[in-house]
């Protein structure tokens, strides 16, 4: 099966610019994940979608980032405006399943690369 | 609520001797408890899964881990390491009954010596 899918795999942008990212989740797996991996430390959950509806965003910075998908299917990450401290690896995951039936793994993308100058 | 620790933020091993990665969680429901690796500019994969069946569980490269309720830890061993196995390595907590919301620990960085 193909794995997730994520665009752009790096980006350099200045401070109070804006930059979206992408993700494509593996066919049929209903749950989407977006991490921040900050250097040196584990991921941090952004936002966690069930089909179309969000499930968790409470740590998402809500004054400057957005998320959607659309459809139940692919999402997009966006910050505006950007800060120094943006700079991160975005990480997206899909999973087939969780909750009271049992939680599937997460598959992850290959991230995005966000250097904000 | 939930939550993870690694107990090691760095360990250092040589290539052939075993390798142990400690991981205890905290969890107010039966969790489902995972293993990834990630590699230098890499994705995150998934090297092994206790979701409620065998207390040990055996992954891919050799990598295995078991589930203690008693002692709420989930450390990850190989018996022999590796110069490939040198990588980050991440302990996450699913809580199920909880908030369903998959919990990272901060990862260990495993070094492996020839």
């Known amino acids: 099966e193909a794995g997730v899918a994520q665009s752009p795999r790096y980006k350099i942008i200045e401070k109070r610019q804006s930059v979206a990212f992408w993700c494509n989740p593996i066919s049929g797996h209903a749950t989407l994940y977006w991490y921040q991996q900050i250097l040196g430390q584990g991921p941090k959950l952004l936002i966690q979608?069930?089909?179309?509806?969000?499930?968790?965003d409470s740590q998402l910075p809500k004054d400057r980032f957005s998320a959607e998908r659309l459809k139940g299917v692919d999402s997009t990450l966006k910050i505006q405006p950007a800060k120094l401290e943006d700079s991160a690896v975005y990480l997206c995951a899909s999973s087939s399943r969780f909750g009271q039936e049992g939680n599937s793994p997460l598959h992850f993308g290959n991230g995005t690369r966000l250097t904000v100058t | 609520a939930q939550s993870v620790t690694q107990l090691d933020s760095h360990v250092s091993v040589s290539e052939g001797t075993p390798v142990l990665l400690r991981c205890n969680y905290s969890s107010s429901y039966s969790p489902s408890l995972f293993w990834y690796v990630q590699h230098p500019n890499k994705g995150l994969q998934l090297l092994l899964k206790?979701?409620?069946?065998?207390?040990l569980v055996k992954g891919i490269n050799g990598f295995e881990a078991e589930f203690k309720k008693s002692e709420t830890s989930f450390h990850l061993t190989k018996p022999s390491a590796h110069m490939s196995d040198a990588a980050e390595y991440f302990c996450?907590?699913?809580?199920?009954?909880?908030?369903?919301?998959?919990?990272f620990g901060r990862g260990t960085s495993l070094i492996v010596h020839p």
């Open positions: 979608f069930q089909n179309n509806g969000v499930v968790d």
């Open positions: 206790y979701t409620s069946a065998a207390t």
């Open positions: 996450v907590v699913f809580a199920s009954g909880g908030s369903y919301i998959p919990t």
